[in-house]
């Protein structure tokens, strides 16, 4: 098993940036892709990105291309996720997943892990 922690989230301004990550422990980490969701509210959870086990192969949602940036680090047993130039419409709680499967990167069914969430809040 894993459990995944996010932190970092917060409220910023639109065009602004911020990095979120989520701590991993137990199992061995990089034996795992890992993923970030969101969910807006009234809103179904929506894939974000994904990253294969040593991040050689990454994947993103067309809203997030060329503004956010996956990556991870396995000594750490984190992974982050960078977003840039946010607009209001990135408002939601983000989750980080675990699956030991990329297969299928933007289906959340295939993870088999779940973080708690984190709030990102675009306002000015």
């Known amino acids: 098993q894993v459990q995944l922690v996010e932190s970092g989230g917060g409220l910023v301004q639109p065009g602004g940036s911020l990095r979120v990550s989520c701590a991993a422990s137990?199992?061995?980490?990089?034996?795992?892709?890992m993923a970030w969701f969101r969910q807006a509210p009234g809103k179904e959870r929506e894939f974000v990105a994904a990253a294969s086990r040593s991040a050689g192969r990454t994947y993103y949602a067309d809203p997030v291309k060329g503004r956010f940036t996956i990556s991870r680090d396995n000594a750490k047993n984190t992974v982050y996720l960078q977003m840039n130039v946010l607009k209001p419409e990135d408002t939601a709680v983000y989750y980080c997943?675990?699956?030991?499967?990329?297969?299928?990167?933007?289906?959340?069914?295939?993870?088999?892990?779940w973080g708690q969430g984190t709030q990102v809040t675009v306002s000015s």
């Open positions: 997943a675990a699956s030991t499967f990329y297969g299928a990167p933007n289906n959340p069914s295939q993870y088999d892990y």
């Open positions: 137990g199992r061995a980490f990089s034996t795992y892709a």
